[in-house]
């Protein structure tokens, strides 16, 4: 028998945050997928983070598209806000809610065949224009609901289940997210926890278009030997640049460090973002510097996780199309109404 609900029932010793929320509050229905799926980590992530921002999930708005990747919302937050958009079109859904609702959190979550083929156009707009929202892809190189076929993002050289070799070039959707102006750019590792919480913590808290590749194993059509994005096959090849914590506004922190190991970056809101860099010359904030460093370990056959790239100084669409401070869905026809006057200037200045 399959249990689709969880039971109500909460411990009395549960923990809670300072919004008054258990861990369990953050989670949603029991998951469908695959025993073992990297994707359900990814989920946990997703709510431990949240939980520990003391974010109320009523606040959240979450959206997704199409594939296995697309089904995990359900799974999270289920006291939250969430549209399960058609195929590759979740940015721009999540773009007009964005506009109409500024007061939300925005959370994307999509998959390598929702954004890296028919969606590759909606990622790439997303990014260009700074939509404030922290956009997950949950990617495993393969088709999983349609049995195994290449994605767009599996690499070249790569062997699928039945043995065949892929020919075709990848797409590296963090490299395009760099080069399109993503303000947050990180990529992360299903099965390391300790990494993928604060990745999700910062694009979250981020203050404008932030991208988080999650290299996530199928375990179903693409965790075997020849597969570069299996368990074993990142676990060994993977190159950490950076340990990362997030440290709220006001929170004391206590630290004792050589001087030029900590980088503070400071949000929009407040918060901070603390890297302790493993690498003495890697340079977060550079943005032409992480895309070289990427690509050169690449050749090398290494996989780069952490936090690639942020601005501390990013806006985001409202900003650039100057909206108004009050959320669009709560203003009345007063406000939205210049008046005849008004817009019979327009009409003029346009003859």
């Not at 939300?104 to 390598?112: E, H, K, M």
């Not at 409202?318 to 869905?329: F, G, I, Q």
């Amino acid at each position: 028998m399959t249990y689709l609900a969880k039971p109500r029932l909460r411990h009395p010793t549960l923990l809670t945050n300072k919004v008054g929320y258990t861990r369990r509050d953050y989670e949603g229905k029991i998951s469908t997928l695959c025993a073992g799926c990297g994707h359900d980590s990814i989920s946990a992530a997703i709510i431990e983070a949240c939980w520990e921002l003391d974010i109320e999930p009523h606040r959240v708005a979450k959206l997704s598209g199409i594939g296995c990747s697309s089904k995990t919302p359900d799974y999270f937050l289920g006291a939250s806000h969430g549209f399960n958009t058609v195929h590759g079109r979740m940015p721009s859904v999540l773009t007009g809610a964005n506009l109409a609702n500024r007061d939300l959190l925005y959370l994307g979550v999509s998959g390598d065949g929702d954004s890296a083929s028919i969606g590759l156009g909606q990622f790439a707009h997303a990014m260009r224009r700074g939509v404030r929202m922290a956009y997950i892809v949950e990617n495993n190189g393969v088709y999983g609901l349609t049995k195994g076929q290449f994605s767009a993002t599996a690499d070249e050289g790569s062997k699928s289940k039945k043995g065949l070799v892929n020919t075709d070039s990848p797409v590296d959707l963090v490299a395009m997210a760099l080069q399109l102006g993503a303000s947050y750019v990180g990529r992360g590792f299903s099965g390391n926890k300790a990494q993928l919480v604060p990745l999700i913590k910062g694009a979250i808290s981020h203050g404008g278009a932030a991208f988080i590749d999650v290299i996530s194993p199928c375990v179903a059509f693409n965790n075997h030997p020849g597969s570069t994005k299996s368990y074993d096959y990142v676990r060994e090849h993977n190159e950490a640049v950076s340990r990362i914590d997030f440290i709220r506004e006001r929170e004391e922190i206590t630290v004792d460090m050589a001087a030029g190991e900590v980088m503070d970056v400071r949000q929009h809101d407040g918060t901070l973002l603390r890297l302790r860099s493993l690498h003495p010359g890697y340079n977060p904030g550079d943005r032409h510097a992480a895309m070289a460093y990427m690509q050169r370990h690449q050749e090398m056959g290494e996989v780069v996780t952490g936090l690639l790239y942020v601005d501390p100084l990013a806006t985001d669409l409202h900003t650039a199309l100057n909206t108004s401070e009050r959320p669009l869905n709560t203003l009345g026809p007063a406000e939205l109404c210049p008046g005849a006057q008004a817009l019979d200037r327009l009409n003029h200045a346009l003859r």
